[in-house]
């Protein structure tokens, strides 16, 4: 399993929020290519890195930071938060990112998911499913729609997407837990997928546990910047997989 860390963004900084509220806001590093580059020297090799003001604004406003981190270091990037037009998809592929974070837009307009699927190739893309009683919730997780995790996957993994992370929004930023029964339903019914959990890690034992049910990967945010779990576990914990 693929230990991923994540890094937030609002105002250049590298910040986490809680359940995704603006208002529960706590900056942990000014500069983000600093942490970038620590989590490459431990070993880690991927990165998760959000738009939080792009996400809120409806379009990609961090690029610079993506262009810096992606060319002072060898991480392997995934870069999400306010992809909804075309020339911000552009810019995030062209300042460095492997794979562009897809979540709200591939539920309310899936026609133009589906061609950017076919124009970039789906490897160039990373599907973020938001779930709350196993339905998909969008606009910063404010609304949840009636559209069914499993068939969201199941519509997309059809076009030959292959990487998704799924968050449940009821756990993400609580340090309670990630979703396991969720998770393990979903690799069951997509063991082709290379599924990454994302959300309510917050300890070595946490991450142990979705290796074991066969998570391709982990995504770890706030239990790091809260020392619940350390650098050297990460960089342990990756070595292990």
């Known amino acids: 399993m693929q230990i991923i ?14 359940q995704g509220d603006y208002n529960e806001k706590t900056i942990y590093n000014e500069d983000p290519l600093e942490v970038a580059k620590a989590f490459e020297g431990a070993g880690l090799n991927r990165l998760h890195l959000v738009d939080l003001d792009g996400a809120k604004a ?34 995030v592929l062209n300042s460095g990112a492997a794979l562009a974070t897809i979540g709200s837009l591939a539920v309310k307009d899936p026609e133009l998911f589906k061609r950017w699927l076919h124009q970039y190739g789906a490897e160039k893309f990373l599907l973020g499913a938001d779930v709350k009683d196993e339905k998909i919730a969008v606009g910063g997780w404010l609304e949840t729609t009636s ?3 499993f068939d969201l996957l199941q519509q997309y993994a059809a ?38 959990a994302s959300g309510g890690v917050s300890s070595v034992p946490d991450l142990e546990e979705l290796a074991a049910i066969g998570c391709a990967g982990a995504i770890v945010g706030k239990a790091f910047y809260e020392n619940r779990i350390s650098m050297e576990e990460l960089s342990r914990l990756n070595k292990a997989s």
Do not use: H, M
């Not at 981190?69 to 306010?82: K, R, Y």
């Not at 019914?189 to 290379?194: E, K, Q, V």
């Open 5 to 18: 860390p994540a890094i937030d963004i609002i105002d250049g900084k590298c910040v986490r929020l809680t």
């Open 159 to 196: 076009l030959g997407l292959k990487q998704v992370f799924c968050t449940d929004v009821s756990k993400d930023g609580k340090l309670q837990g990630p979703s396991v029964d969720l998770y393990k339903k979903i690799i069951g019914r997509f063991p082709d997928l290379f599924f990454i």
């Open 147 to 149: 559209v069914s995790v």
């Open 58 to 91: 409806g379009s990609v406003r961090n690029w610079k930071v993506l262009e810096t981190i992606a060319s002072n270091t060898s991480l392997v990037i995934d870069f999400g938060g306010g992809i909804k037009k075309e020339e911000d998809l552009i810019a």
